[in-house]
């Protein structure tokens, strides 16, 4: 069972445009992180967001933790080549300990120039 | 400062045979995990160690897997004996876990081919 629901599953988008991704739950999570992962590579954290209804801002990426702690988004303005990658939401359940992570299904995103 | 190292890089073995990959983490890291990834899908969870002791380990298969965690530093994964359904990417990530949130460092990934 992945308690972590990611959509879309594929996003294929040009070079300047607006995408968001979605990471959804039933379950409540004690903070929600995400990374992005290239191939050949492992994850690498670009945010972590702790408190219900959080907003963070990097650069042109948007994140967002839904105030009951079940969900999160990821918004990245005027989308880039170098954005390309894979995109996976994680963290540990409310239930399951502090420092278990769970990832999401992810969101493979391609840029095309 | 060195990232985790994860070896080998690649493995291709027959069904049926055992494999062990190894993963060291970054110095100073108490909390050390093994992740499986399928192809374009997210890690899943096999074991988690704070120091050497194993804290969660329900996901990992203990038929055919098993792993342990040396002076709490270096870790080794075995798998004996392989199936095909094993084939994925075997990630070690590690976390200096204090407060309520940590950060998790990943290797590179060792990719398992059963044949």
Redesign the interface.
Known sequence: TQLLEQSPQFLSIQEGENLTVYCNSSSVFSSLQWYRQEPGEGPVLLVTVVTGGEVKKLKRLTFQFGDARKDSSLHITAAQPGDTGLYLCAGPPSTSGTYKYIFGTGTRLKVLA | EAG?VQSPRYKIIEKKQPVAFWCNPISGHN?L?W?LQNL??????LI?Y?NEEA??DSQLPKDRFSAERLKGVDSTLKIQPAELGDSAVY?C?S?L?FG??????????SRLTVL
């Open positions: 985790v909390t995990y992740y374009g899908q997210g890690p899943e969870l988690r704070e804290v969660d990630l990530a976390s876990t309520t949130v940590g950060e998790l460092f990943f290797g590179e990934g």
